[in-house]
C-alpha cells in the first residue's frame, strides 16, 4: 500500500469533483515515475497523534469552561472572574475527592 498526498494529485483532475474523476486522477498520479509517495505511520505515531488530539480537545474544553465561568460569575457576585490556574486546581481537587470517596468500598 502506498499513499499519495493529495497536493500531487490535484494537478492530475480534469475537471470538477466526483468521485469517478478522481479516481482517474489518482490511477493516472500513481502511474507517473517522478510520483512521491507518503511514508505509512507505524502503530506508535499514530497512538502518539490520538493522543495528542484527545490532549488537544480536553484543553479546549477547558478553555470554554474557564470562559464560560468568566462571563458567569460577575453576573453572580462583583469579584473578578477566576484565573484558569485556580479553575485547573479546584478541578483537580474535586475530581480527586470524588473519585476517592466514589471508589471506596
Do not use: W
Request: hydrophobic residues 35%; contains cysteine.
Amino acid at each position: 500500500m502506498r499513499l499519495i498526498p493529495a497536493q500531487f494529485v490535484k494537478p492530475y483532475v480534469k475537471s470538477n469533483k466526483t468521485d469517478i474523476i478522481d479516481a482517474e486522477a489518482i490511477a493516472e498520479a500513481a502511474t507517473r515515475p517522478t510520483m512521491r509517495f507518503a511514508a505509512l505511520k507505524n502503530q506508535e505515531q499514530t497512538d502518539l497523534q490520538a493522543l495528542h488530539r484527545v490532549r488537544d480537545q480536553m484543553i479546549g474544553t477547558r478553555t470554554r469552561l474557564i470562559n464560560q465561568m468568566r462571563a458567569l460569575l460577575p453576573r453572580i457576585r462583583d469579584r473578578a472572574a477566576p484565573r484558569r490556574r485556580y479553575v485547573q486546581s479546584s478541578t483537580c481537587h474535586r475530581f480527586s475527592r470524588t473519585n476517592q470517596t466514589t471508589f471506596r468500598r
